[in-house]
């Protein structure tokens, strides 16, 4: 399959990405959180500010993803693996990554999320990492890069 085809499908098929962060010493933290994505260009959530790995964007945004369905035999398995820069989304592109998670969110019969939801004193934020590579295993298990059109 192509990768660009192989790694849409694996977006469209999974609910929770892994996202693995860094704090400021490298201390290294991997927590899945429920996802939507701007096809392979960005990738975004809703997570509490204090949580250590919406802490850790703020001191390190290079975060690493991994999407992939762990239900199927390790013969079946496919990866989508991205590298990124993340960040809490600005005012000024909140309304634009919000469409995004609210058409994933709302397809799947959760509640819409609004900037209410996501601005203080609410206890959530909106995060974003834009894909600087993304990738897919091949049949040798070796990582093919993905155009991210």
């Given at each position: 399959m192509d990768p660009?085809?192989?790694?849409?499908?694996?977006?469209a098929a999974n609910s929770y990405l892994t996202l693995a962060t860094a704090d400021a010493d490298g201390r290294p933290w991997s927590t899945p959180v429920w996802f939507a994505a701007d096809d392979?260009?960005?990738?975004?959530?809703?997570s509490r500010p204090g949580a250590r790995h919406s802490v850790n964007v703020v001191v390190r945004p290079t975060v690493a993803i991994t999407i992939?369905?762990?239900?199927?035999?390790?013969?079946?398995?496919?990866a989508l693996y991205v590298e990124a820069?993340?960040?809490?989304?600005?005012?000024?592109?909140?309304?634009?990554?919000l469409a995004v998670y609210n058409e994933?969110?709302?397809?799947?019969?959760?509640?819409?999320?609004t900037e209410e939801k996501v601005t203080p004193p609410a206890?959530?934020?909106?995060?974003?990492?834009?894909?600087?590579?993304?990738?897919?295993?091949?049949d040798h298990d070796q990582r093919v890069p993905v155009d991210k059109v």
């Open positions: 660009t085809a192989q790694a849409r499908q694996i977006l392979l260009h960005a990738f975004c959530w809703v992939f369905d762990s239900t199927v035999p390790s013969s079946e398995a496919t820069e993340a960040t809490e989304v600005e005012a000024n592109h909140r309304r634009a990554v994933r969110s709302t397809a799947r019969g959760l509640p819409e999320w206890q959530f934020r909106l995060y974003r990492a834009i894909a600087s590579q993304v990738y897919v295993l091949d």
